[in-house]
């Protein structure tokens, strides 16, 4: 299916299976019909000095939600479905390496390329949880496990770290 100009980041099927989305390098998400293959809309990822691309992106399970990084530190969301900014997380000048949503939607995990990992409330822009990690560098990975309980990170000292265990009640 051509469109982009850059190297696809993210990409995401909906849940109905009728479209896939992507995000690219070329600073535009876009959303492509599945049976036709055509491109049905596309909308601008926010970066300060366009056109700089993107860095890591991911959709969240339900393809509803983008997150992605730039160039210019910003950590934004968009709704996936018509492209509108919904808000950045974090600070000013972090660099996700890798990025992760939550099967429910309501946490994003990510790993920076100066070491560590965050996890994100997606509705409160509250910094849930945040693990320091100096080995968890540019080749690190994130998952959550499909129940949202366990976070697993790698790193660049070539281990696996089990970082979060959420009990029912935390």
Known sequence: IPGHLGNIRALAVTADGEELRT????????????ATSLESRRFAI???????????????RDGRVLACSSNDGALNLYDA?????????GGPNIRPSAMD????????AATFYE????????TSDQEMRAFD????????????A?????????AGDQTLRLLWHRSKNT
């Open 101 to 108: 949503f939550s099967a429910n939607g309501k946490f994003l």
């Open 81 to 89: 479905d018509g492209g509108k900014w919904l808000r950045s997380l």
């Open 23 to 34: 995000a690219s390098d070329d600073s535009f998400a876009r959303v492509f019909n599945i």
């Open 133 to 144: 990690n100096p080995a968890a560098r540019a080749r690190a990975a994130v998952a959550f």
């Open 146 to 154: 499909p129940d949202g309980k366990t976070l697993a990170v790698t």
């Open 46 to 60: 926010k970066t300060a000095l366009a056109p700089i691309g993107v860095l890591p992106a991911t959709f969240s």
């Open 115 to 122: 070491g560590g990992a965050q996890v994100f409330g997606v």
